[in-house]
């Protein structure tokens, strides 16, 4: 499993990120990660983002699998409950990226 998370918007306009390839993760923290994108729900998710945000972040992950990729976007306000520890282990992991 590969995990390609970005983080941007805010009200600096940073740009933040990881990759993350779970199968080369000590054995521990492979399993603690495979839990958190299983019990987020995001493989099963949409993308939702909301027009009216301003000035929030806007959170793009990416998860690889045997199965094939699945993407999502949210923002902070439209993170579904489920995800936010999974995100908050992302941006744990997270550093400055640069613009795409």
Not at 65 to 91: C, I, K, M, N, W
């Amino acid at each position: 499993m590969k995990i390609t998370f970005r983080q941007s918007g805010g009200y600096g306009g940073l740009i933040r990120g990881c990759e993350i390839d779970v199968d080369t993760l000590p054995a521990d923290e492979a399993a603690e990660v495979r839990s958190l994108v299983k019990s987020s729900g995001i493989l099963g998710a949409r993308s939702a983002r909301s027009k009216a945000a301003r000035d929030v972040f806007n959170y793009s992950i990416t998860v690889e699998t045997s199965s094939g990729a699945h993407q999502v976007e949210f923002d902070d306000t439209t993170v579904p409950a489920g995800a936010v520890p999974l995100l908050d282990y992302l941006r744990s992991k997270s550093g400055p990226r640069p613009p795409d």
